[in-house]
C-alpha cells in the first residue's frame, strides 16, 4: 500500500534516513533498535497517556469557531494546543521522551533550543522526573529570549551559550550534538522536532500524534465524522503540523496544508519558506528541504515568529510537498500578524505568531460552505505580546 509514513529505512519518499557521524552511531542505533517496542509496551502507553491527562491538561478541546466560520464561510474547528501546561504542543513530545530516557536508563538531559519554547517544555519535564537538564542555546537568542531563559533556570536547567557560527539555532545543535557524542552512556537527548536523524522525524511524530487521534474521535462526536476536509497547521520544523496530520496522512480525501514563514517575503533574502526556496541536503542527520547557498551553506533563516525560524523542514513534510500530497503556503511577518489579531477579535483567543501564520491561510484561499476545516492552534501568545505591542503600536 502507498504511504506517507515512514518506511523501515526511516525514509520518506527520498527524504530522511541517519546521516551522522560515525561517533554518534551509538545512541542513534541504540534509540532505533528500541523506541517501537518501548512506545508499544502497555505500561509504558499507560503512563504517558496518565501525564498527558492529568499534567499536560489533555484532551485539549476542539472548539467550533462561529465567528470566524461565519467571516471566512466554511466550518471551522480550533484544535486547542496552545490549552496545554507550558502553552503549546511542545510538551506533548518532551513527556514522551523523558519516558523513554528513563526506560533506557539515562540520567542526564540535553536539549538545543532557538527561541527557548522547547528548552522550557524540556527542562519542565525534567524538573518533573528529576533529572539533570543541560540546554543549549545561542549566544544571540539568550540575549533576545531572556523570558524563557529564566523560565529555564527557575525550572533548575543549566542554559549554556552556544558562541560559535552564527550563535543561533544551528550552533546550539551543533553543540548539543558535541555534548551526546561525549556522553553516549548516560545521556539522552531530547529533540523537539520531527526532524534529525531517524528515528527522531518518527518518534516525534508518534508522540504528537495524540493531536490527531483525538481531532478523530471529537469531529465524530461533533459532525458524526471521523475526518475532516482539510487541517492546516504551521510548520517550523514540523512537529504541531505531523500531529495534526498523522492519522490522515493516508487518508487522501482528507486535505493536508502546510503553512511556512516567508518573512518579509519569500524572495527577499528574509525568509524562511523552506519548501519554496529549499533544495536537497542534509541538516542535522537528515536529508530534506533546506535553504542553502549554491555552494551548499545552509541559510540563516528569518520570520518574525522564532519558532518558524529553521532553515530545514522536516523529512515528513519534505515527502508531503515533493509527492504533492501536502499544499504549501508561504505567509509574510504582515499576513500573520492581521490573522492573529483578527483571531483575538473574532474568537477572544490570542495565538502564538507562529500559530497566525496558519490562520493567514483562511485570506488566501476559499473553502467550501460544507468544507470542515480543523486549524491546529498550535500555542497562545503570551510570548509574544512585546512583539503584539511593538507591531501594533499597542
Ligand atoms: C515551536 C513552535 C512551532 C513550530 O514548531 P513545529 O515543530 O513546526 O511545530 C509552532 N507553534 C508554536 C506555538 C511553537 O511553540
Not at 84 to 113: D, M, P, W, Y
Not at 117 to 142: K, R
Not at 364 to 380: A, E, H, T, Y
Request: hydrophobic share 40%.
Amino acid at each position: 500500500m502507498k504511504t506517507y509514513q515512514v518506511d523501515e529505512n526511516g525514509f520518506y519518499g527520498a527524504f530522511g534516513g541517519a546521516f551522522i557521524p560515525e561517533m554518534l552511531y551509538p545512541n542513534v542505533e541504540e534509540l532505533r533498535n528500541c523506541y517501537l517496542e518501548i512506545m508499544a509496551d502497555p505500561g509504558f502507553s499507560e503512563e504517558f497517556h496518565h501525564l498527558l491527562r492529568d499534567y499536560v491538561g489533555r484532551p485539549t478541546p476542539l472548539y467550533f469557531a462561529g465567528r470566524l466560520s461565519e467571516r471566512f464561510g466554511c466550518r471551522i474547528y480550533l484544535k486547542r494546543e496552545d490549552l496545554c501546561h507550558t502553552g503549546a504542543h511542545k510538551v506533548n513530545n518532551t513527556i514522551g521522551q523523558i519516558l523513554l530516557a528513563r526506560r533506557l536508563g539515562k540520567k542526564r538531559i540535553i536539549a538545543e533550543t532557538g527561541a527557548g519554547q522547547h528548552g522550557v517544555a524540556t527542562a519542565t519535564v525534567c524538573a518533573l522526573m528529576g533529572l539533570p537538564c543541560v540546554v543549549y542555546m545561542g549566544e544571540v537568542d539568550i540575549a533576545r529570549q531572556a523570558p524563557n531563559v529564566a523560565r529555564m533556570k527557575l525550572l533548575g536547567a543549566e542554559v549554556r551559550p552556544a558562541r560559535s557560527g552564527s550563535r543561533t539555532l544551528k550552533d546550539a545543535t551543533n553543540e548539543a550534538i558535541r555534548d551526546w557524542i561525549n556522553n553516549p552512556e548516560d545521556t539522552h537527548y531530547i529533540i523537539g522536532s520531527v526532524v534529525g536523524p531517524h528515528p527522531y522525524p518518527d518518534m516525534v511524530a508518534r508522540f504528537q500524534a495524540v493531536i490527531s487521534e483525538e481531532i478523530g474521535a471529537q469531529l465524530l462526536e461533533k459532525e458524526g465524522r471521523d475526518a475532516p476536509d482539510y487541517l492546516i497547521a504551521c510548520v517550523g520544523g514540523g512537529s504541531n503540523a505531523a500531529g495534526a496530520y498523522y492519522h490522515y496522512l493516508d487518508r487522501e480525501e482528507v486535505g493536508i496544508i502546510a503553512v511556512e514563514a516567508a518573512g518579509k517575503g519569500v524572495h527577499t533574502g528574509e525568509s524562511a519558506a523552506t519548501s519554496a526556496l529549499g533544495r536537497v541536503g542534509i541538516i542535522h542527520g537528515s536529508k530534506t528541504l533546506l535553504m542553502q547557498t549554491a555552494d551548499g551553506q545552509i541559510t540563516e533563516p528569518y520570520s518574525i515568529s522564532a519558532g518558524l525560524d529553521y532553515p530545514g523542514i522536516g523529512p515528513m513534510h519534505a515527502h508531503l510537498y515533493a509527492s504533492g500530497r501536502g499544499e504549501f503556503h508561504s505567509i509574510t511577518d504582515a499576513e500573520a500578524m492581521e490573522a492573529g489579531r483578527r483571531l483575538a477579535a473574532l474568537e477572544g483567543i490570542i495565538p502564538a505568531i507562529e500559530t497566525s501564520h496558519a490562520f493567514a491561510v483562511l485570506e488566501k484561499r476559499p473553502f467550501g460552505p460544507q468544507d470542515v476545516v480543523v486549524i491546529n492552534l498550535s500555542g497562545r501568545g503570551d510570548k509574544d505580546l512585546q512583539t503584539y505591542i511593538d507591531y501594533f503600536n499597542l
